[in-house]
């Protein structure tokens, strides 16, 4: 009983082995006239390559059925363990041919491809792009748009992409996961991307301040398939730019001004004024004054003169000046 055990045991571990193999292999290996991109090392590319074991390339506008190769490199030692190194195809991407033993083109090996990466924040909640802003309003739904060229490896090598997102808090931690708007924590490592652009989920809201605390956090992502990331390494190829994001919950970039306070003062006509005045003689002369005050709006801040002022002193004046002419009479 103990023997059968070990045997379905160890037939188990080989069916687990075998179903593997093909998933794990599949990103690194290339098939005749597939994309490889620069920086991608381990790749087996037996089946790009047939029985011939060096490659050319030839400059833009070269007639390839008359001319030689501008580059030749032979490949004999790689065949299984190729690497598109900087140093060999930067400057020379594009398609690269077998070369048969005349050294004259036996069909297209595969096509060295320059890697492209960039990454974008867009808020779900209010349909924008964040990136743009610079700022999340807090509680709003995040999500991430991945540009790459590297999803056609998705279709040529029945295996996607694996890219990561780096978030980085204020305070210099890098996640790992973000919690969604419903508190479930979602992974933002290994991403599998298979069409351009890609979309994520909505998966971070900032609304809890218990784990994501007010401030700037830094994002941007990062492909290492087959370790291009390590031998490559350029930004917007294998990483794309880092930008900066403002958790904060106003808007920073709205700015408002206390309005200033005014009043109106309401002022009423003063009452005609009877003044009666005995100049010593039989005659008595009364003078009817009416001083009429024009209702007015004026800021609170302003001074505040007392109505009729300057009408008063002028009948004042008035009447000093006709008691005088009476006495001199």
């Known amino acids: 009983?103990?023997?059968?055990?070990?045997?379905?045991?160890?037939?188990?571990?080989?069916?687990?082995?075998?179903?593997?193999?093909?998933?794990?292999?599949?990103?690194?290996?290339?098939?005749?006239?597939?994309?490889?991109?620069?920086?991608?090392?381990?790749?087996?590319?037996s089946l790009a390559m047939g029985s011939d074991t060096q490659v050319g390339w030839w400059a833009s506008a070269a007639d390839i059925s008359s001319s030689s190769p501008t580059t030749?490199?032979?490949?004999?030692?790689?065949?299984?363990?190729?690497?598109?190194?900087?140093?060999?195809?930067?400057?020379?991407?594009?398609?690269?041919y077998r070369l048969n033993g005349a050294g004259k083109a036996d069909g297209i090996a595969f096509t060295i491809v320059d890697p492209q990466l960039d990454l974008k924040v867009e808020d779900t909640t209010a349909?924008?792009?964040?990136?743009?802003?610079?700022?999340?309003?807090?509680?709003?739904?995040?999500?991430?748009?991945?540009?790459?060229?590297?999803?056609?490896?998705?279709?040529?090598?029945?295996?996607?992409?694996?890219?990561?997102?780096?978030?980085?808090?204020?305070?210099?931690?890098?996640?790992?996961?973000?919690?969604?708007?419903?508190?479930?924590p979602v992974s933002i490592e290994d991403i599998p991307v298979t069409t351009r652009p890609f979309y994520t989920d909505a998966l971070w809201n900032m609304g809890n301040h218990d784990r994501y605390p007010p401030g700037t956090y830094t994002v941007w992502a990062e492909c290492n398939v087959n370790k291009m990331n390590d031998n490559y390494g350029a930004t917007g190829k294998t990483t794309s730019e880092k930008f900066s994001l403002l958790n904060q919950g106003?808007?920073?970039?709205?700015?408002?001004?206390?309005?200033?306070?005014q009043g109106?003062?309401?002022?009423?006509?003063?009452?005609?004024?009877?003044?009666?005045?005995?100049?010593?003689?039989?005659?008595t002369i009364t003078i009817v004054t009416?001083?009429?005050?024009?209702?007015?709006?004026?800021?609170?801040?302003?001074?505040?003169?007392?109505?009729?002022?300057?009408?008063?002193?002028?009948?004042g004046a008035f009447l000093v000046g006709l008691v005088f002419f009476m006495k001199k009479e």
């Open 127 to 184: 349909s924008v792009d964040v990136e743009k802003l610079k700022w999340i309003p807090t509680g709003d739904d995040i999500r991430f748009r991945i540009d790459t060229n590297l999803a056609q490896v998705a279709a040529q090598r029945s295996a996607p992409p694996l890219i990561t997102i780096k978030v980085q808090a204020p305070d210099g931690v890098q996640y790992t996961s973000l919690y969604n708007g419903g508190g479930t």
């Open 290 to 315: 009416t001083l009429p005050v024009p209702t007015t709006t004026t800021p609170l801040t302003s001074p505040i003169k007392e109505p009729g002022f300057e009408s008063t002193l002028a009948v």
């Open 1 to 45: 009983m103990t023997e059968k055990i070990a045997e379905i045991f160890l037939l188990l571990v080989i069916i687990s082995l075998f179903c593997a193999a093909p998933a794990s292999g599949a990103i690194n290996t290339i098939s005749q006239g597939n994309a490889v991109f620069i920086g991608e090392e381990g790749l087996d590319i």
């Open 264 to 283: 109106t003062i309401q002022t009423t006509p003063a009452s005609p004024t009877l003044t009666t005045m005995n100049t010593g003689k039989p005659t």
């Open 72 to 96: 030749i490199i032979d490949l004999k030692t790689r065949i299984t363990s190729f690497m598109a190194g900087q140093s060999e195809f930067s400057g020379n991407s594009g398609s690269w």
């Open 250 to 261: 106003p808007n920073p970039l709205i700015r408002t001004t206390p309005p200033t306070t």
